[in-house]
């Protein structure tokens, strides 16, 4: 059997029901469904899906923690919008999947787990890296399957991706068997496909509401745009595009909605909630009408629920109905496919004036913009800030940057200006510090031709460092920022505003990331003045290779302006009128 | 306020799992739960009752639906429905004290299903209170309860089919077109078109 499918160079196989084994099955099935670049880990249990593996046109990126293949696979997916693949053994392998599985849960990611168990007949008896896999994984994937049988790969592999890109995406586990990879089935792919996708029975959006979001709209005298993460999966752009100039309504975004409006367009708010800038989280907390368009009132968004936009009407287009009035209370839902709503409501929707509005708007930056850390002068400190500023700039923000999480996130949220969807990807709902590097390789393998910058704090990046070897052994052009501050710079600012500036397990010692790099074979440089930066930038991108810049900032910078949890949305710390970290007694 | 939710779920490993950990995860208390075969092949359905605020009722159906074995989910509510729960009740009794249970059993409208020299086994169907005010004044009678087991609710919306309502509150899913007589037909040979 093994020997026929050797000589296989065709893909016959997938027009024609030919005897496989599972193992066989697993990867015919891949190559099926368009799949090009996987993630993963091997080990016991899934060593005859390693052993197939020759035998098909598929790339497997070998990681160095199975945490980073769910990472890849979910930055894989996050860059492209096509399904990301990770594969893992049993036990360890398989848990050790689960924080990129819930990652990707709560940002909506399609990715699609493929983790070998034991044998069908030792399950249950706590063999050797045996672990209940799809129970561990029950809460935070769409779907599981668990296959023990040969023949059932091809279809739960099929429906696997159906259910990962439907509806509202997300991550769908496939444990299969060691039994199973063995057997030998008929493969036959087109008997194969799942049922035809049937979309959530509460989806609902009829006429009476969608004139009754027309009627809201045009008589709204302070309206806003929420444009949020589903904009780009569902492929709105142009429609919320047309909809905020037709109606000249200003659109704010959330985290993961950056970029889907573009940041340079004369509407654009930027980004809303905990670390938005505070006009435009007064103009939500003035607004008349809200339009909710594919965004979950997510905490970092809303602050204060009782206190949230009081004065304001909500329109909620949204395609999970288990999203409409879980935290905000919509006067109309639209309950759909976000571009296919728009579609319908646009015709409906007239031109109108909103000249005042965004006046008053305007007026109410003031302050707060002259205040902000590009404006003012170089001090010969090194913030954030500057990076990001600088790096934008230097890119022309053509580049795809991937994120960790925490203070240097928001400022790359803050002053790096995407312009296109898929610009930015980072962690918003479940806040995966570690996600970057392996996330960053991941977007690389979708978009080997664009320019990909990880930008990590000094403590996440050491979470998932270990996958430096990844890009050496794949030869991959990753440029890398480390924002280095020697804290944990999210953690050390709320003990600095909410805990008496009780620093506890915050200051972090760190290796010498260059050398680090060095040792892996990966060029790097130190920079400590703002004036080193645009050198060290331009090396960075013009290097061949990997490079990674350690930007050693101002240890105790915060992100401002900052809404504390539990306060409302206009209850803001702004930046301080005189910056006590410019404005140092050593300092001119 | 008291939920109670209907579903046809498919017949598969591992699937009253997944209904039972959404509400493990919201934190709500499952007061009963009961499952069985439907008029459907493949399809099971789950009459499950719990206490949640008024507004959890959408969501929760909602969050049902996003399982991906489940197919259909009515949420009774104020419906106008049948409700039933079985009970087994084994009471204690000897020769001498068990005319009095057959008196109670009779005014229940229960029945005796097992009797032993120093047990009885009584049975009753019926809405929840009624059998409370069994188990009540058993509890007062002389003979001690041994053992209680009650199947929990089922409900039953009052006339059309549940599929029905469902589609005519714009809700039901594609393949959730109810046969019009309940005999077993197979799956997807009851489908008429829309």
Redesign the interface.
């Known amino acids: 059997m093994g020997s026929n499918a050797n000589q296989q160079t065709s893909n016959a196989h997938l027009t024609t029901p030919t005897p496989l084994t599972g193992a066989e099955i697993v990867w015919a099935t891949l190559v099926g469904e368009g799949v090009t670049d996987v993630f993963g880990y091997p080990g016991g249990a899934i060593l005859p899906v390693y052993d197939a593996l020759r035998k098909f046109p598929i790339h497997h990126t070998l990681v160095r923690h199975e945490q980073g293949a769910s990472h890849m696979a979910d930055g894989y997916a996050r860059a492209s919008g096509k399904v990301g693949v990770a594969l893992a053994t049993s036990g360890p392998g398989a848990t050790n999947l689960v924080t990129g599985i819930a990652t990707a849960m709560l940002d909506s990611i399609p990715v699609v787990c493929i983790t070998g168990n034991v044998s069908s007949k030792v399950l249950g008896t706590d063999a050797f890296q045996e672990v209940d896999i799809?129970?561990i994984t029950?809460?935070v994937t769409?779907?599981n399957f668990?296959v023990n049988r040969a023949d059932d790969i091809a279809p739960a592999i099929r429906h696997a991706f159906q259910?990962a890109q439907s509806g509202r995406p997300g991550p769908v586990l496939v444990d299969i068997t060691k039994d199973a990879q063995q057997a030998t089935a008929i493969f036959d792919f087109a008997a194969a496909k799942p049922k035809p996708y049937?979309p959530?029975?509460?989806l609902?959006v009829?006429d009476t509401a969608l004139t009754q979001a027309a009627e809201l709209i045009r008589n709204a005298k302070r309206p806003v745009i929420l444009a949020g993460h589903g904009v780009s999966e569902s492929g709105a752009m142009e429609q919320v595009r047309t909809l905020a100039e037709r109606t000249q309504t200003p659109v704010a975004l959330t985290l993961l909605g950056l970029g889907v409006f573009p940041a340079s367009h004369p509407l654009s708010l930027g980004m809303m909630g905990m670390h938005g800038e505070s006009w435009v989280n007064d103009a939500i907390q003035e607004a008349d009408l809200l339009i909710a368009c594919g965004m979950r009132f997510d905490d970092r968004v809303t602050g204060k629920l009782s206190s949230y936009a009081q004065k304001a009407k909500k329109i909620h287009i949204e395609i999970?109905?288990?999203e409409?009035?879980?935290n905000v209370k919509a006067d109309v839902a639209l309950v759909g496919d976000l571009r296919a709503v728009l579609e319908d409501l646009l015709p409906r929707v007239g031109g109108r004036d909103g000249s005042a509005w965004l006046k008053t708007i305007e007026a109410s930056k003031g302050a707060s913009a002259v205040r902000d850390i590009r404006n003012l002068p170089d001090s010969g400190h090194l913030y954030a800030a500057h990076v990001m500023h600088d790096l934008w700039r230097l890119t022309g923000g053509d580049a795809v940057v991937v994120t960790d999480v925490g203070q240097h996130q928001m400022w790359e949220a803050q002053y790096f200006h995407h312009e296109k969807p898929r610009t930015l990807i980072t962690s918003g709902g479940l806040g995966t510090m570690g996600f970057a590097l392996p996330a960053a390789i991941g977007a690389k393998f979708a978009c080997p031709e664009k320019e990909v910058w990880v930008v990590a704090g000094d403590g996440g990046f050491q979470m998932t460092a270990a996958e430096l070897s990844t890009i050496v052994q794949e030869g991959i052009k990753i440029n890398i920022a480390i924002i280095n501050n020697g804290y944990l710079g999210m953690v050390r600012q709320w003990q600095e505003f909410f805990y008496d500036r009780n620093y506890e397990s915050t200051p972090l010692v760190s290796p010498d990331f260059v050398k680090l790099a060095d040792a892996h074979g990966i060029p790097g440089r130190a920079v400590r003045t703002r004036g080193e930066v645009e050198d060290a930038v331009q090396e960075a991108r013009s290097t061949k290779g990997a490079y990674l810049l350690n930007f050693l900032v101002e240890k105790e910078d915060s992100v401002y302006p900052m809404i504390p949890v539990g306060s409302a949305l206009h209850e803001m710390i702004l930046r301080p009128h005189k910056n006590p970290l410019l404005e140092q007694p050593d300092d001119e | 306020m008291m939920h109670t939710f209907v579903a046809y779920v498919e017949d598969l490993p591992g699937v009253l799992t997944r209904v039972a950990s959404l509400f493990r995860r919201l934190n709500i208390n499952i007061h009963s739960l009961t499952v069985g075969r439907s008029e459907r092949p493949g399809l099971s359905r789950l009459t499950l009752v719990c206490e949640a605020s008024a507004e959890a009722g959408h969501r929760i159906r909602a969050s049902l639906y996003k399982l991906e074995n489940v197919v259909e989910v009515d949420d009774i509510a104020q419906a106008p429905s049948v409700t039933r729960e079985l009970a087994l009740i084994k009471v204690g009794a000897t020769k001498e004290t068990r005319s009095a249970i057959f008196e109670l059993v009779e005014v229940f409208r229960a029945r005796i299903v097992d009797l032993t020299a120093d047990s009885l086994m009584v049975e009753m169907t019926g809405v929840e209170s009624k059998i409370e005010g069994l188990i009540e004044v058993l509890k007062q009678s002389d003979s001690p309860i041994l053992e209680i087991c009650r199947s929990g609710k089922m409900t039953m919306r009052r006339g059309h089919h549940t599929s029905r309502v469902l589609r005519a509150m714009g809700s039901a899913g594609d393949d959730a077109i109810e046969p019009e007589s309940v005999d077993l037909t197979p799956e997807g040979a009851a489908i008429e078109p829309e």
């Open positions: 799809t129970g029950l809460p769409k779907h668990l259910i049937k959530h029975p509460m609902h009829d999970d109905p288990a409409i009035n879980k």
